[in-house]
């Protein structure tokens, strides 16, 4: 059976992000296709968490059936040698019909075939939105995974387009989107999930997940707030010494943090609407989460967020402040629209599996090997 070596480090991150989750789902419905074995690959860790057991539902894990292999580099090291050796090799962990996942984007110097998962390009047109680490990372990355890469899968077509424009020719690079998981709590069930957790919440709340980098627009998101003067909660951690545009807000702000996967859930029942005006995404989970959830979503146009959405969104220019303020106290006060909204938005989450995305994936390796 073909064999696939994947990088599975960023389910070691300290707040595991999007590229992890989804990682973590294909991986589990690839295998659960049977049609390839597989191990991934982690930097060394002390002490070795093994992420075999998630531990709270929802909680990022290596899937059952693959195998899990540490190095004994740690993660930085590993990623720069890498990167600029070209060394240390994977080929052990690598037979005759195999390949390597670059499921990062993060390329192991190999032998054999590899298929890179590009989740966005942003690093090359908006610098100004990373760490000075990230400037000098992130382009490097990109440009040995473009020597080393035989294939490029993307979640998005505005991703696929970043692809295109940066060189690599149209026959090296497919999409497949990403999938949405089903709700960990029911509808019933969210109220006691949260007076577990997340006490004196507002009645009506506006959900913002991860809003504090500049791309996610923190400033439009504000503004917006300000305007509607609707009680906002926002999940994620700010950035360590980033100004924060809701600090002066005249309504209740509720600032959580990183959540686990089951409070999560319940956020989304709970909420009123998810306001997601990013300037630019790869994909937008977020958006697909709160879709199949019955939330009304408000996001940006022209964006991968709009594609993820495909109809069953409110969408706004995310430079326009007005724009977004006016969209979501429509969407708040409208129940027509919210009702023609969460409707139409179940039907879209309904058709993102990701049974469909392993499927994507299981057609791009075997063409690969």
């Known amino acids: 059976m073909p064999h696939v070596l994947t990088l599975v480090e960023q389910f070691w991150h300290k707040v595991p992000g999007g590229t992890a989750q989804a990682t973590e789902r294909t991986l589990a419905a690839l295998l659960d296709r049977n049609e390839f074995t597989a ?39 590993l990623y720069e040698s890498w990167l600029r050796l070209g060394r240390p090799r994977v080929d052990r962990l690598l037979g005759p019909d195999s390949l390597f996942w670059a499921s990062s984007l993060i390329v192991a110097p ?11 390009l942003d690093f090359l047109d908006h610098p100004e939105f990373l760490t000075a680490r990230g400037r000098r990372f992130f382009p490097l990355m990109w440009d040995v995974a473009r020597r080393r890469s035989d ?38 069930d969210a109220n006691a ?56 807000l005249g309504s209740p702000v509720v600032r959580l943090g990183p959540v686990d996967a089951r409070v999560l859930s319940a956020l ?25 959830h019955g939330l009304p979503v408000v996001t940006s146009r022209g964006t991968a967020t709009e594609e993820v959405a495909a109809g069953a969104a409110s969408l706004i220019d995310p430079l326009d402040h007005s724009d977004i303020a006016a969209t979501l106290e429509q969407v708040l006060n409208d129940d027509a629209a919210r009702r023609s909204m969460v409707a139409k938005g179940l039907d879209r989450a309904a058709e993102l599996t990701w049974e469909q995305t392993a499927k994507g994936y299981s057609e791009i390796f075997g063409m690969v090997l």
Request: aromatic content about 4%; some cysteine; glycine content about 8%.
């Open 151 to 188: 294939h490029f899968v993307c979640p998005s077509v505005a991703v696929a387009e970043q692809c295109r424009a940066s060189g690599v020719p149209d026959e090296l690079v497919s999409v497949v989107p990403w999938g949405v998981d089903q709700p960990l709590v029911a509808a019933d």
């Open 268 to 292: 989304y029942h709970r909420a009123t609407a998810l306001l997601f005006p990013s300037h630019r995404e790869g994909y937008g989970l977020p958006v697909a989460e709160a879709m199949a």
């Open 39 to 77: 191990t991934g690959l982690a930097a060394a860790h002390r002490p070795c968490v093994d992420r075999r057991d998630g531990g709270q539902d929802g909680a990022l894990r290596v899937p059952d059936g693959c195998r899990l292999v540490h190095h004994r580099l740690p993660r930085p090291v």
């Open 193 to 248: 999930v949260l007076a577990r957790s997340v006490p004196s919440l507002p009645a009506k709340f506006v959900l913002l997940v991860a809003p504090d980098s500049p791309r996610k627009n923190p400033e439009g998101c504000a503004a917006a707030l300000a305007a509607t003067d609707c009680p906002a909660v926002i999940v994620g951690s700010m950035p360590e010494g980033t100004h924060d545009p809701f600090a002066t």
């Open 110 to 120: 190999c032998r054999r075939p590899v298929v890179s998962t590009v989740h966005d």
